[in-house]
């Protein structure tokens, strides 16, 4: 029977247990994406809690678009030897990391005006309403050879794999989207055309780093919005990543800070659940294809983590906010103090200034 606090395999990684830190925006580097004392003891103290896996917070892979302030950078190879800083301390303390790469697109309000946004087409983000410049072929190419350049930096700065951040309306969702992709080349239309640039950058980053090196991909469930990207269609999208070697998809939903208020609402099919927004998504893509599933969202009760563990196929699990408040937690509930989590999904950790939990301040 499978166990979170055993020795679980993604990819080449083997990681002491099967939680994981999913992507979080700290707000924390330097203005140009570079480490800050902050962001190492922050890091620190997640693996110094025990946490299996730890995804970085996103890391910008081009120097003139980031879709935050204080996001992490992987532009340029100056990041390199502070990253391998950044690796070192989280090995020592026995945890593996991952770091997260995105272009964000239009999913923004950063710094709109002084810059460039690529898209897929001119739709305005239904957030953001922000429009972003149609890309040219020529475009295509630079930010597929801008992700692979990421990954190659990430592998030499001793990460233990990268994970190209497909979802939440950030560039390569509105590329997966039949409603922000209205292109009629070889990149839009049908589905095949649709994820042509989400495979073409995984081939890409899988010539630098070789085939030893986990790639992870983050994908949205489904858009929860008519017309925009299905649930059946997902599926697809994972049983051709899994075709091509993908290493493990983290499976997530694109509706920052409204999950809680949509719980019991079903969407392609399927409801969205208080422990566990995307479950049910999840399981089906566990049971549909062999590749390693990370289900996040939502998670408070290490009971129900269990369950799910022992009643599905999926591998690992990962949280966000909770982390935020209990940066030990995972090593809490390793300990015997089962009892759940102190973070109550308020979504105030979302802040301006950056994602840190304003409920309970910093609580190790």
């Not at 499976?251 to 609402?265: D, F, Q, R």
Request: hydrophobic share 35%.
């Amino acid at each position: 029977m499978k166990t979170l606090y055993e020795k679980a395999k993604l990819g080449n990684i083997i990681a002491s247990n099967r939680f994981i830190r999913s992507a979080t925006w700290e707000n924390m580097a330097s203005e140009e994406g570079h480490m800050t004392n902050e962001l190492y003891e922050l890091y620190e103290e997640l693996a110094k809690g025990e946490v299996g896996i730890i995804i970085t917070g996103y890391a910008n892979i081009v120097k003139e678009e980031k879709p935050n302030a204080g996001m992490m950078g992987m532009y340029n190879d100056s990041f390199i030897d502070e990253y391998r800083k950044l690796t070192n301390i989280v090995h020592a303390h026995g945890s593996k990391i991952i770091m997260q790469l995105a272009y964000g697109g239009t999913k923004t309000t950063y710094n709109v005006e002084d810059r460039i946004i690529f898209a897929p087409s001119e739709v305005p983000d239904l957030t953001t309403n922000v429009k972003g410049k149609p890309m040219s072929r020529e475009d295509i190419e630079y930010i597929i050879e801008a992700f692979a350049e990421a990954g190659r930096r990430a592998k030499e700065s001793g990460f233990d794999g990268v994970e190209v951040h497909g979802a939440h309306t950030y560039l390569i969702n509105q590329f997966l989207s039949p409603y922000y992709n209205k292109r009629t080349d070889e990149y839009g239309g049908c589905l095949e055309n649709r994820m042509r640039f989400l495979l073409e950058i995984y081939q890409r980053i899988r010539e630098k780093v070789g085939t030893s090196f986990p790639i992870l991909v983050k994908l949205t469930a489904t858009e929860f919005f008519d017309g925009g990207l299905t649930f059946q269609e997902t599926i697809q999208i994972c049983k051709e990543l899994e075709r091509i070697g993908c290493d493990g998809i983290e499976l997530s939903g694109n509706i920052h800070g409204k999950a809680k208020s949509m719980v019991g609402k079903i969407f392609d099919g399927h409801e969205l659940v208080s422990e566990g927004y995307f479950i049910e998504y999840a399981k089906i893509i566990s049971n549909e294809t062999n590749i390693p599933i990370i289900t996040v969202g939502g998670f408070r009760d290490i009971t129900i983590i269990e369950r799910i563990l022992t009643e599905t196929n999926i591998d690992f699990f990962a949280l966000s906010r909770p982390l935020l408040t209990e940066p030990h937690l995972i090593k809490r509930w390793k300990t015997g103090d089962r009892t759940p989590a102190k973070c109550i999904r308020c979504s105030k950790c979302r802040t301006p200034e950056g994602n840190y939990c304003v409920t309970f301040n910093k609580v190790n």
